[in-house]
């Protein structure tokens, strides 16, 4: 299993760091994240050390996919039944601050708009229209 000494959630994992887990097994551990955008925003992550969805690689599909069940059942016992999202932000234009790949679950809410460029979403009449 890799490990970064340096990485928050690698401690999280060592248990150095306190978390408030909600599901773990040999490969995968989901805790509530410190500072919740939603009534319910847990973070799913693999307990070996990857840096991000852009680390991601062919022997890394089994696990990706394990990331994603467990999103499903974590929602299913949470009994999110109206909806829920998931959310992996990838470096500094994705907003990634902790460099260790993490799935967010989201829900217990209607949820807002996201990963709109908020000067995209301004223009009224779209790109073709010209300057008048
Ligand atoms: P991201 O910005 O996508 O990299 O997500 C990192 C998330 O980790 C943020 O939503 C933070 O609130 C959360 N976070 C940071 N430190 C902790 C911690 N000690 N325990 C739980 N969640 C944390
Ligand atoms: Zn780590």
Redesign the pocket.
């Known amino acids: 299993m890799n490990t970064n000494p340096n990485c ?1 959630f690698c401690k ?1 994992v060592a248990g150095t ?1 306190p ?1 408030e887990k909600v599901y773990e097994d040999e490969q995968v551990l989901a ?5 919740p ?1 939603a009534p319910v ?1 847990i ?1 799913i992550i693999p307990k070996s050390h990857i840096d991000g969805a852009d680390a991601l690689c062919h022997e890394h599909s089994e696990l990706a996919a394990k990331l994603i069940l467990t999103a499903t059942k974590i929602a299913f016992e949470l009994q999110l039944t109206e909806g829920w999202r998931l ?3 990838v470096l500094t234009h994705g ?4 460099r260790h790949l ?1 799935i ?1 679950l989201l829900g217990g809410a209607q949820l807002g708009d996201f990963g709109v460029v908020k000067e995209f979403r301004r223009r009224p009449c779209g790109n073709n229209l010209g300057d008048f």
């Open positions: 928050l999280i760091v978390s805790f509530r994240d410190i500072n955008a925003h973070l959310v992996t932000n907003g990634q601050t902790v993490h967010h």
